[in-house]
Every structure is written in structure tokens, then in C-alpha cells.
């Protein structure tokens, strides 16, 4: 059992005469715990541990049964530290800056006769960014948390504490209370919103002038992803006022694209999961949200934005968080096209010996060869874009800009989402210092202990989010298993490969294990480029990017784990 500072999240069962809080999520000892009219037997519970030896622990929430999903992913987040609620005073101190309106003296640039809109998942709640765009001037507006969250204040050290929002299926672990996150600081529609705006002109993809400024804006329209991909289809009208400057957005964001690629960008698709829920809390279905060129309009857009933002930083020495991506060794870069050529992918000639700045430019082409070869084939996207992935160093911030290779840029920093990320509101401040909106630089001294927090809280947030979509996807296949049958057979593909067996994404979005050992009628050994499992009696393979066909065998939804086995022939050995 385990827990944050809230308290120890487990089952509560039944011992003898005595009732027990026993471990969920991992082996441990159980904890006698004092009788509550709330609680039932088989409800999952935060309790507060009995301050003596012979004290029992304290009911301190009902969280609900393990086998509904809202409940289940609530105590997870518990169990992994997540708080889950504001101490009282900061929730306080938000409404109070909430209620204060803002201002704090600086001046403002009305914007509210300048059409604006908003691009965001259909679910998003919080609005961190809005667009206004004429031909060629973009306008990126930001929410203006900084106004609301003075440095040193209650909430501002809570932020800085949670270092970011946790986004989970379902729910979410706000970095800041929701009077600021989805009230004040949100970009909503119809509403006077404070705001710090990015103003670009540009001549196709390269920005000629940069302006940066507090301002007040008032969106027209709340647009969402799959709304915007419909209007571009055609299915949708391009309806005013908005129509005009999202025509003229789409443009700038279209040679931004280009211009990427052209310079060595690396070309990454990635599909996140969208659960939804019954009223009673029960997972009924996902979809993967793929990046769709709505998607891509508001990506460029804001990094030409973050771009603008450390570039000026940079020049003008202002204390500051950039995003870091290093270039990757040349080593893991070789690696990489040795796995790839191994799986019959086309892959750029390496230079001998590979400079670090070469490295960068041949794993940029082998996404591209990658993406060209998975249009082609028709399968194998996944596994394919996680060697790639695994090539590259991991981003993180910095006081000192090195450059973020990734994108290929010289100076990059995360100013978009200050609603969501401690470092963007670090450099909003830093922003408005250096143009004179009345923020005082950030302090120097502390900037390397910050970003270093601010990077194990986000590496800790990843974490969290992609086993709570795994304890999600566990649970929505159970209930698919009961519906339609439990040995039924599922189409899939290899995304990855160890000595112990294959990792198989399967059906809609599923992922689970197949071992070797159940791959009966052979001995399976791990080819040296780590791409290929190969049977040594049959001849057989398993690689990476492969079609399968599996049956699951067991589904472990508090973990997050498919063990998966193979169908049988007619001769009794595995189709693989």
C-alpha cells in the first residue's frame, strides 16, 4: 500500500471480526482500520494511518468499487501522491485574486475589437491560448495567469509545488484552483479576458517583426478540433467573423509546416486516447485523438510563438526556463538506422564518424523515412515511431538555452500554457520584465532548482497519465470480453520486442504482453538489433511492425496489464 501526504489508499476487507484496509495497486502488509457507516467491504478507501501501535486508521473517503473505472483511477491518483484537492487557504487566496480582477497597474492593449478565437479538444475546460489573425499578422493571445499569481504568493508556491496540471481519463489534477484554471484565467467566449499577446508579422514561414505586450481580448467563437477539420474538409461553413482570419491562420501555419520539414524537424504522429463515461463513473469507449491539420495549425502557431518568446529572452539576458532538447548521441542515432535497415526500412547514409549535429539531422530523416514507409505498408506506425523515439534524448528545461533539436530551433522555451505548467508562467514573467509590463525578472539564483523540479514533476505526470489510460483501457476491454465473448480472437501489431516476448497493440487501442513462452513448439531469441524475435527450430519471427493475431488471457485492470496469448493452428503451434 502507498499514498501521498492524504493518506493510504487500499481495499477495505473483512479479517475474522475485524475490518482491514489491504493493498490495491502493490504487495504489502494490510492495516487495521476503525468501522465507518460509509464504508462497505470491497470499497477501495483513503484512510489515515492510527497514530500508535495499537491505533487503527481512519476512513477518511469512500473512493467506490474497484470495478468502476472513475473510482478505480481516483484511488490511483491518491496512491501515487496526487493530493486531489487545494489546501483550503489557497482555494481562498485564488477566489481572492479571482475577485481582485487582475489588474495590477500595468497597461493593456485593448483587443477586443480584433476577431478571436479558440482551438481546443471538444472536453477542454481551461483555455490557455486564443488566435486572431489579417493576411499575414498573427496575433497568439495567452492567458495572463501572471497577472492573478504573484510571485511568492499562497497559490504561486502551490503551483510551483504541483509543477503541472495531471491530465488523466476523466479528470484532472489542476496546477492551479479552478477559480484561476477554468474561471479568470480561462479564455472563454464572450468574456473580457486578460491577456499576453504575441504579435507576428510574416513573410511565409519567417517572422519579420515580434511584439510582445499585455493585453485585454474578447473571443468570438469556441472552436473545437473536429469542428475546424470539418470546415477545412469543406462539410462546414467558413462562418463570421472567424472565417476570414482562420482562413488566414491556416495559410501561415501551412508554410510554417513546410519550412519545418524542410529544416530538419522531426515528423512524429502520435494517437492519445479519449475515454468516455457512463453518469455512474464506467468507462463505455475511446477514441484515439489522431493530429489532424486543426491540430497542426495551433502546434506551429504556438511554436512559432515560444520561438519569439526565448529568442528575445535570449538577447536580452533576462533569467529565464528554456525547453531543452539535446541533439542525440551519435551512438543511439546508429543504433537506430541499424534497427530500422534490420526491419527493412529505408535509411540515410551515416557519415563516419557522426557528429552530434549530424545525428540530429539523420534521426529528422529517419522520421520522415519512417512516416513514408508506414504510408506505404499500411501498418507498423507504432512501433516504428518508438525506436525513433527512444533515439532521441529526453526534453527538460534549463536556465540555459540549448537549443531544442527536435524541432530544430536555436532557442525554444514553453510560454503557451501557463494555465497547466509552472516553467511558462516562470516565463511570462521573465517576458514582461524584458518589455516593460511590469513583472520583475525571475530570480536568477533559483531558476536551476526550479527547472529541475519542474522536470521530475513532469516526468512523474507522463508517468501517471499513461498507467491511469492503461488502468482505463484495461477496464474498457473487460467490458468489451463480457459483451462479445472472452476467446475471441483480436487482430494486432508487434510494437516492440524483449527477450521475454512481444508488446502487441491489438483491436481498438488495446495493448498487452505475449511471452515467448507460450509460444510453444520453439526456442525464441532476441535478434542483437533488439527489432526481431526469431524462432531457432521453425525459422519463425516476430518484428517489430508486424501483424499478429492474439486471444487475451488475463487482464490486470489495477496495474494496467493484458497478458496476451497466440492462436493455435491446426498443427498446434502459435500463428504468429
Same mark, same amino acid.
Given at each position: 500500500m502507498s499514498g501521498g501526504p492524504a493518506g493510504l489508499v487500499g481495499e477495505l476487507v473483512k479479517r475474522g471480526? #475485524?475490518?482491514?484496509?489491504?493493498?490495491?495497486?502493490?504487495?504489502?502488509?494490510?492495516?487495521?482500520?476503525?468501522?465507518?457507516?460509509?464504508?462497505r467491504v470491497g470499497d477501495l478507501v483513503l484512510v489515515r494511518p492510527g497514530r500508535g501501535p495499537k491505533q487503527r486508521a481512519k476512513v477518511l473517503r469512500v473512493l467506490g468499487r474497484p470495478d468502476n473505472a472513475r473510482a478505480l483511477i481516483e484511488a490511483f491518483m491518491l496512491d501515487r501522491g496526487l493530493p486531489r484537492r487545494f489546501?483550503?487557504?489557497?482555494?481562498?487566496?485564488?477566489?481572492?485574486?479571482?475577485?481582485?480582477?487582475?489588474?495590477?497597474?500595468?497597461?493593456?492593449?485593448?483587443?477586443?475589437?480584433?476577431?478571436?478565437?479558440?482551438?481546443?479538444?471538444?472536453?477542454?475546460?481551461?483555455?490557455?491560448?486564443?488566435?486572431?489573425?489579417?493576411?499575414?499578422?498573427?496575433?497568439?493571445?495567452?492567458?495572463?495567469?501572471?497577472?492573478?499569481?504573484?510571485?511568492?504568493?499562497?497559490?504561486?508556491?502551490?503551483a510551483a509545488r504541483r509543477g503541472t496540471s495531471v491530465y488523466?481519463?476523466?479528470?484532472?489534477?489542476?496546477?492551479?484552483?479552478?477559480?484561476?484554471?477554468?474561471?479568470?484565467?480561462?479564455?472563454?467566449?464572450?468574456?473580457?479576458?486578460?491577456?499576453?499577446?504575441?504579435?507576428?508579422?510574416?513573410?511565409?514561414?519567417?517572422?519579420?517583426?515580434?511584439?510582445? #505586450?499585455?493585453?485585454?481580448?474578447?473571443?468570438?467563437?469556441?472552436?473545437?478540433?473536429?469542428?475546424?477539420?470539418?470546415?477545412?474538409?469543406g462539410a462546414e461553413p467558413w462562418a463570421q467573423p472567424w472565417g476570414e482570419p482562420l482562413r488566414a491562420a491556416r495559410a501561415v501555419a501551412?508554410?510554417?509546416?513546410?519550412?519545418?520539414?524542410?529544416?530538419?524537424?522531426?515528423?512524429?504522429?502520435?494517437?492519445?486516447?479519449?475515454?468516455?463515461?457512463?453518469?455512474?463513473?464506467?468507462?463505455?469507449?475511446?477514441?484515439?485523438?489522431?493530429?489532424?491539420?486543426?491540430?497542426?495549425?495551433?502546434?506551429?502557431?504556438?511554436?512559432?510563438?515560444?520561438?519569439?518568446?526565448?529568442?528575445?529572452?535570449?538577447?536580452?539576458?533576462?533569467?529565464?526556463? #528554456?525547453?531543452?532538447?539535446?541533439?542525440?548521441?551519435?551512438?543511439?542515432?546508429?543504433?537506430?538506422?541499424?534497427?530500422?535497415?534490420?526491419?527493412?526500412?529505408?535509411?540515410?547514409?551515416?557519415?563516419?564518424?557522426?557528429?552530434?549535429?549530424?545525428?540530429?539531422?539523420?534521426?529528422?530523416?529517419?522520421?520522415h523515412r519512417v512516416d513514408e514507409h508506414v504510408r506505404r505498408v499500411g501498418h507498423g506506425r507504432q512501433g516504428l515511431t518508438s525506436l525513433v523515439l527512444r533515439a532521441l534524448k529526453q526534453a527538460y528545461y534549463s536556465p540555459r538555452n540549448l537549443g531544442h533539436a527536435g524541432l530544430s530551433?536555436?532557442?525554444?522555451?514553453?510560454?503557451?500554457?501557463p494555465i497547466r505548467r509552472y516553467p511558462d508562467l516562470v516565463c511570462h514573467r521573465a517576458l514582461l520584465s524584458a518589455v516593460g509590463g511590469g513583472e520583475e525578472a525571475p530570480n536568477a539564483?533559483?531558476?536551476?532548482?526550479?527547472?529541475?523540479?519542474?522536470?521530475?514533476?513532469?516526468?512523474?505526470?507522463?508517468?501517471?497519465?499513461?498507467?491511469?489510460?492503461?488502468?482505463?483501457?484495461?477496464?474498457?476491454?473487460?467490458?468489451?470480453?463480457?459483451?462479445?465473448?472472452?476467446?475471441?480472437?483480436?487482430?494486432?501489431?508487434?510494437?516492440?520486442?524483449?527477450g521475454a516476448g512481444a508488446f502487441v497493440a491489438f483491436g481498438d487501442g488495446y495493448e498487452g504482453m505475449l511471452p515467448v513462452r507460450r509460444l510453444r513448439g520453439d526456442w525464441w531469441e532476441l535478434n542483437e538489433p533488439g527489432t526481431i524475435l526469431e524462432g531457432t527450430r521453425s525459422g519463425g519471427s516476430l518484428r517489430v511492425g508486424d501483424e499478429v493475431a492474439v486471444r487475451v488471457e488475463r487482464v490486470d485492470s489495477p496495474r494496467g496489464r493484458v497478458d496476451l496469448g497466440p492462436l493455435e493452428d491446426e498443427f498446434g503451434s502459435a500463428t504468429v
Open positions: 471480526r #475485524y475490518l482491514t484496509v489491504a493493498p490495491f495497486f502493490a504487495p504489502g502488509r494490510g492495516v487495521p482500520v476503525e468501522s465507518s457507516r460509509e464504508a489546501d483550503p487557504a489557497v482555494e481562498r487566496a485564488a477566489r481572492e485574486a479571482r475577485d481582485a480582477g487582475g489588474e495590477a497597474g500595468a497597461s493593456r492593449r485593448d483587443l477586443r475589437d480584433l476577431t478571436t478565437f479558440t482551438i481546443d479538444p471538444v472536453t477542454a475546460k481551461d483555455f490557455d491560448d486564443a488566435i486572431s489573425a489579417d493576411g499575414s499578422r498573427i496575433w497568439v493571445h495567452i492567458a495572463d495567469v501572471g497577472a492573478f499569481v504573484r510571485p511568492g504568493s499562497l497559490v504561486d508556491r502551490e488523466v481519463p476523466g479528470a484532472v489534477e489542476p496546477m492551479l484552483p479552478e477559480a484561476l484554471s477554468n474561471d479568470a484565467c480561462s479564455l472563454r467566449p464572450n468574456q473580457d479576458r486578460l491577456a499576453v499577446t504575441v504579435e507576428m508579422d510574416f513573410d511565409g514561414a519567417r517572422v519579420t517583426r515580434a511584439a510582445f #505586450y499585455r493585453s485585454v481580448i474578447r473571443s468570438d467563437e469556441r472552436l473545437d478540433y473536429d469542428r475546424v477539420d470539418r470546415v477545412f474538409a501551412a508554410a510554417l509546416q513546410a519550412a519545418r520539414e524542410r529544416h530538419g524537424a522531426l515528423a512524429v504522429e502520435s494517437a492519445e486516447p479519449d475515454f468516455a463515461f457512463d453518469p455512474r463513473g464506467n468507462v463505455t469507449g475511446a477514441e484515439r485523438s489522431v493530429q489532424t491539420e486543426s491540430h497542426r495549425l495551433i502546434e506551429h502557431l504556438m511554436i512559432a510563438a515560444n520561438e519569439q518568446v526565448a529568442t528575445l529572452l535570449e538577447q536580452r539576458h533576462v533569467p529565464a526556463l #528554456y525547453r531543452v532538447h539535446e541533439r542525440p548521441e551519435p551512438l543511439r542515432v546508429q543504433r537506430l538506422v541499424d534497427q530500422l535497415a534490420s526491419l527493412s526500412v529505408p535509411t540515410p547514409p551515416v557519415p563516419e564518424p557522426m557528429s552530434p549535429s549530424q545525428a540530429a539531422e539523420i534521426v529528422a530523416e529517419c522520421s530551433s536555436a532557442a525554444y522555451c514553453h510560454f503557451t500554457s539564483s533559483k531558476l536551476p532548482s526550479v527547472a529541475e523540479w519542474s522536470s521530475a514533476r513532469e516526468r512523474d505526470a507522463m508517468d501517471v497519465e499513461r498507467t491511469a489510460d492503461d488502468i482505463a483501457r484495461c477496464l474498457l476491454l473487460e467490458r468489451e470480453l463480457f459483451e462479445n465473448g472472452f476467446d475471441r480472437e483480436f487482430a494486432g501489431e508487434v510494437t516492440g520486442v524483449i
